[in-house]
């Protein structure tokens, strides 16, 4: 298992998980995800793309980065293949995570985004109390 991260432009970084995603290789996952969440990022992507086994111990580290975001007002999105995608919608988290098929969509939906609305109402999308998140202002849509 390897996590690298990268950063695409100063307000997107992209979070790149490789191999099994297991009991044991989740904690080394989550500092990683800490790491990147301290320099906070505007957008966090998570490629799960390279990822060759993922089951409830990834799930359960999808929850804890999609909760650590919220707090934190971060934009998150999940690269991920269709057998992830799969799991995703049989467990019904599909439905709060913007899931993409190419790390190169996800790129350019969070570029849009970002692009489209004014720097103002990315604030305004956090309420102060930090409970709420600019996530929503990624909506899925078909690749």
Do not use: K
């Not at 969440?37 to 060759?52: A, F, I, K, N």
């Not at 995703?88 to 790129?107: E, N, Q, S």
């Amino acid at each position: 298992m390897a996590v690298t991260s990268e950063a695409y432009d100063e307000d997107i970084i992209v979070l790149r998980v490789l191999g099994e995603v297991t009991t044991e290789s989740t904690p080394t996952i989550d500092l990683d995800v800490r790491r990147v969440c301290r320099s906070d990022p505007t957008v966090l992507l998570v490629d799960l793309t390279g990822v060759t086994f993922f089951g409830a111990a990834g799930l359960t580290l999808l929850l804890d980065i999609y909760r650590r975001t919220e707090l934190s007002g971060t934009a998150l999105s999940l690269v991920a293949s269709p057998r992830i995608v799969r799991l995703l919608v049989i467990t019904d988290l599909a439905r709060i995570f913007d899931v993409r098929g190419t790390l190169r969509h996800a790129v350019n939906a969070a570029r849009d985004v970002l692009a489209n609305v004014p720097w103002q109402d990315l604030a305004a999308a956090t309420p102060p109390s930090g409970a709420g998140s600019r996530r929503r202002l990624l909506r899925p849509v078909p690749d």
